[in-house]
């Protein structure tokens, strides 16, 4: 997926792509993520930091960006059987 003025734009249509700004499109990730670990009974899952939420015009928008969806993934977590595996950061 590529963004472009905010928006995100491709080649596949995925039920997500109905949102419009990237901090939405984010967090239907999460949500479509552990829909498909539930329906495939995966029982773990991995995630690079800076590619779960999206870039902000500064350094702290950023990083309040990567802290909500990661708050998100841990309310997701707590409810399903899928773990986290490992995480990558960059630095």
Not at 24 to 29: D, I, L, Q
Not at 45 to 61: I, K, M, N
Request: charge should be neutral; aromatic fraction near 14%; proline fraction near 3%.
């Amino acid at each position: 997926m590529l963004e472009k003025q905010g928006i995100c734009v491709g080649t596949a249509i995925r039920p997500w792509d109905k949102y419009k700004r990237m901090d939405y499109f984010a967090k239907a990730r999460v949500e479509a993520a552990f829909e498909f670990f539930e329906k495939l009974n995966v029982p773990y899952f991995c995630f690079h930091d800076v590619d779960t939420a999206p870039e902000g015009s500064t350094l702290g928008e950023s990083n309040q960006n990567q802290d909500t969806i990661v708050a998100m993934i841990k309310d997701y977590m707590k409810d399903s059987k899928t773990k986290l595996l490992w995480n990558t950061v960059n630095k």
